[in-house]
């Protein structure tokens, strides 16, 4: 009995917070990247997710970014993440800093790519993490369709803490008229340099996107967006869904 009791224990210390929340669970605060850079654009864009239901109910994450387009190639930007585990105050976990580069389209597939690099330092005494991404977009009439490629690398020797784990998000939209985007999302893991694929935690579900420009935002824009995502694989043995939301506020400068 006590035997069981250890490992359950040690079970919930991994559930809940030993890699971190939003790395733990795909999507939350995350987002579908494009890779299309639009240059003098000044972007604020707060978003966030909580999990429902489950092992997890109540764990959410949230992320605060600045981000600018330098040229009509890179932009940059800065980030802080924040993190509450049910029951508990929400916390400062990571600042970071990214960059995007929209490196050229595919002849004859029409495929857009970018690139997309992070150095994130966690707060907590913990390492920092470099995250890289391949951007891939497709545009066909009213249709968008998005894929990231994702490779993550902690930058510790603890034992155990350093591989380099695998994950892709996804999105495809059609614009469905007064500036109303509705499509699917989707975010997952594919396994670590160790151990590649097997039974990984997913989510996926219905999204919507709404943009507006009132007079009073003197050119500026806002985005709205929403999804509600279920879980699959393991991921559902943590929790009944997620909920998401993001607000971007954008302007030329």
Same mark, same amino acid.
């Given at each position: 009995?006590?035997g069981r009791g250890l490992v359950r224990a040690a079970?919930?210390?991994?559930?809940?917070?030993?890699?971190?929340?939003?790395?733990?669970?795909?999507?939350?605060?995350?987002?579908? /990247?494009?890779?299309?850079?639009?240059?003098?654009?000044?972007?604020?864009?707060?978003?966030?997710?909580?999990?429902?239901?489950?092992?997890?109910?109540?764990?959410?994450?949230?992320?605060?970014?600045?981000?600018?387009?330098?040229?009509?190639?890179?932009?940059?930007?800065?980030?802080?993440?924040?993190?509450?585990?049910?029951?508990?105050?929400?916390?400062?976990? @990571? %600042?970071?800093?990214?960059?995007?580069? /929209?490196?050229?389209?595919?002849?004859?597939?029409?495929?857009?790519?970018?690139?997309?690099?992070?150095?994130?330092?966690?707060?907590?005494?913990?390492?920092?993490?470099?995250?890289?991404?391949?951007?891939?977009?497709k545009r066909s009439g009213p249709f968008e369709g998005?894929?990231?490629?994702?490779?993550?690398?902690?930058?510790?020797?603890?034992?155990?803490?350093?591989?380099?784990?695998?994950? /892709?998000? @996804?999105?495809?939209?059609?614009?469905?008229?007064?500036?109303?985007?509705?499509?699917?999302?989707?975010?997952?893991?594919?396994?670590?340099?160790?151990?590649?694929?097997?039974?990984?935690?997913?989510?996926?579900?219905?999204?919507?996107?709404?943009?507006?420009?009132?007079?009073?935002?003197?050119?500026?824009? %806002?985005?709205?967006?929403? @999804?509600?995502?279920?879980?699959?694989? @393991?991921?559902?043995?943590?929790?009944?869904?997620?909920?998401?939301?993001?607000?971007?506020?954008?302007?030329?400068?």
């Open positions: 009995m006590r079970t919930l210390a991994l559930a809940l917070g030993w890699t971190g929340l939003a790395r733990a669970e795909p999507g939350l605060a995350n987002k579908v /990247y494009s890779p299309y850079v639009r240059k003098g654009v000044t972007e604020v864009e707060v978003r966030a997710g909580r999990l429902t239901g489950g092992p997890l109910d109540g764990e959410q994450a949230a992320v605060v970014e600045l981000e600018h387009g330098v040229s009509d190639r890179l932009s940059l930007a800065v980030l802080a993440e924040f993190e509450q585990h049910a029951g508990e105050e929400r916390k400062l976990d @990571a %600042l970071a800093v990214e960059g995007v580069a /929209y490196l050229g389209q595919i002849p004859r597939v029409g495929v857009d790519v970018g690139g997309y690099l992070e150095y994130e330092q966690r707060i907590h005494n913990e390492s920092g993490v470099l995250e890289g991404k391949l951007l891939l977009a998005l894929l990231n490629l994702i490779a993550s690398k902690p930058l510790t020797d603890r034992p155990g803490e350093g591989d380099t784990e695998f994950g /892709y998000a @996804a999105q495809g939209t059609w614009d469905v008229g007064r500036n109303v985007r509705l499509g699917g999302q989707a975010f997952g893991g594919l396994g670590t340099d160790r151990s590649f694929g097997g039974r990984q935690a997913h989510y996926l579900g219905p999204v919507a996107r709404w943009e507006v420009r009132p007079a009073w935002l003197k050119g500026g824009e %806002l985005e709205f967006e929403g @999804a509600y995502l279920i879980p699959v694989g @393991a991921a559902r043995d943590e929790t009944d869904g997620q909920v998401r939301f993001a607000v971007e506020y954008e302007r030329r400068f």
